[in-house]
T-cell receptor, first 113, second 113 residues
Framework: EAGVAQSPRYKIIEKRQSVAFWCNPISGHATLYWYQQILGQGPKLLIQFQNNGVVDDSQLPKDRFSAERLKGVDSTLKIQPAKLEDSAVYLC???????????FGNGTRLTVT | QKEVEQNSGPLSVPEGAIASLNCTYSDRGSQSFFWYRQYSGKSPELIMSIYSNGDKEDGRFTAQLNKASQYVSLLIRDSQPSDSATYLCAVKPSTGANSKLTFGKGITLSVRP
C-alpha cells in the first residue's frame, strides 16, 4: 500500500511570508494528523481530523495557522504570516481506526529566515 | 496538560549489549502505548505497540508496561549500530478515534561498534 505523501520536502521562506503544505493520507484512513517537530523535541500535535471534521486543534496557533481537509481525504496546512520560531519539520500522519498506530509521511522541513 | 516524560539520555551502549529505554506518563487512564524509532532526518516509524500490563516481545525488541507505576519501557537486545536513532515514546489516553497521541521528547541511542 502507498504511504502517506507530503509535499514539498523542503521550503525556505522569509518571516512574514506565507507557506502551504499538502498531505495525502493512506487510502481508507479516516484520521489525519499534522504534527510540528522542532529540532531535538518530540512531535507536537497541531490538528487532528476525523474524516473532514476537526477533532482536536487545541495546540494550533490559530492566529497564523490554518488547516483543512476537504472531502475527508487530502489536507493542507497553511502558515500566514510565518515567524522565525515556525522553523521545524511538519509531519503528516494517518491512521485507520481508533487504536491503530500512526503512519507518518516524510515530512516537510520549513526554514524561516 | 497530560505529559510523557523521557528524561534519560543520550544513551550509549556497546554493540551486542542490551539497551534499556524508559518512559513515564502522567495520565493514569492511558490505554495505548507506542514506541517509534526516528533516524536523523527521517520521520518516525512504529516499532512496538503495547496495550496490556506485562511484556510484549518482537524479535530483539521487548516492550514492558506497568500501568500501576505509569511507566513503559523498551529493551533492545543484541544492540546493533543500525539501532542508533532517537526513540520516541507515545501515549494515547483512550481507544476512541478522537483520542490524542502525545509524544515524549525522545531518547537518542548510540550503539558503539
Amino acid at each position: 500500500e502507498a504511504g502517506v505523501a507530503q509535499s514539498p520536502r523542503y521550503k525556505i521562506i522569509e518571516k512574514r511570508q506565507s507557506v502551504a503544505f499538502w498531505c495525502n493520507p493512506i487510502s481508507g484512513h479516516a484520521t489525519l494528523y499534522w504534527y510540528q517537530q522542532i529540532l531535538g523535541q518530540g512531535p507536537k500535535l497541531l490538528i487532528q481530523f476525523q474524516n473532514n471534521g476537526v477533532v482536536d486543534d487545541s495546540q494550533l496557533p490559530k492566529d497564523r495557522f490554518s488547516a483543512e481537509r476537504l472531502k475527508g481525504v487530502d489536507s493542507t496546512l497553511k502558515i500566514q504570516p510565518a515567524k522565525l520560531e515556525d522553523s521545524a519539520v511538519y509531519l503528516c500522519a494517518s491512521s485507520s481506526y481508533g487504536n491503530s498506530p500512526l503512519h507518518f509521511g516524510n515530512g516537510t522541513r520549513l526554514t524561516v529566515t | 496538560q497530560k505529559e510523557v516524560e523521557q528524561n534519560s539520555g543520550p544513551l550509549s551502549v556497546p554493540e551486542g549489549a542490551i539497551a534499556s529505554l524508559n518512559c513515564t506518563y502522567s495520565d493514569r487512564g492511558s490505554q495505548s502505548f507506542f514506541w517509534y524509532r526516528q533516524y536523523s532526518g527521517k520521520s518516525p516509524e512504529l516499532i512496538m505497540s503495547i496495550y496490556s500490563n506485562g511484556d510484549k516481545e518482537d524479535g530483539r525488541f521487548t516492550a514492558q508496561l506497568n500501568k500501576a507505576s505509569q511507566y513503559v519501557s523498551l529493551l533492545i537486545r543484541d544492540s546493533q549500530p543500525s539501532d542508533s536513532a532517537t526513540y520516541l515514546c507515545a501515549v494515547k489516553p483512550s481507544t476512541g478515534a478522537n483520542s490524542k497521541l502525545t509524544f515524549g521528547k525522545g531518547i537518542t541511542l548510540s550503539v558503539r561498534p
